[in-house]
């Protein structure tokens, strides 16, 4: 038997009172009816999940229809500031 563990359609991530993110996610034992839950996470962890993903992701081009942040970002030479560059 196997577990499987994936985001629930059409719920967003959301920001919580106390300042936590959840991830509402949808976990399936096989042969089961699938169980909503939520990843809870503090914004350190969070940080800590998204760096870990964009290592992860490091070398793959994005796909078409990936967020913003996936997509090459361009700023304005005045705007823009590289940690280490003058």
Same mark, same amino acid.
Request: proline share 13%; hydrophobic share 35%; aromatic share 2%.
């Given at each position: ?6 985001? @629930?359609?059409? $719920?967003?991530? &959301? &920001? @919580?009172?106390?300042? &936590? +993110? #959840?991830?509402?996610?949808?976990? #399936?034992?096989?042969?089961? =009816?699938?169980?909503? @839950?939520?990843?809870?996470? #503090? +914004? ?6 998204? %760096? ?7 070398? $793959?081009?994005?796909?078409?229809? %990936?967020?913003?942040? &996936? $997509?090459?970002? $361009? %700023? ?6 590289? %940690?280490? =560059?003058?």
């Amino acid at each position: 038997m196997s577990w499987t563990v994936e985001r @629930t359609p059409g $719920q967003p991530v &959301r &920001r @919580t009172d106390d300042d &936590r +993110l #959840t991830v509402p996610l949808r976990l #399936t034992h096989t042969g089961d =009816h699938p169980t909503d @839950t939520e990843l809870t996470l #503090t +914004l350190a962890e969070a940080e800590h999940l998204h %760096a870990a993903l964009c290592r992860a992701l490091d070398g $793959q081009p994005p796909p078409p229809a %990936a967020p913003d942040c &996936r $997509q090459p970002v $361009q %700023a304005s030479p005045g705007m823009a500031h590289i %940690a280490g =560059h003058v």
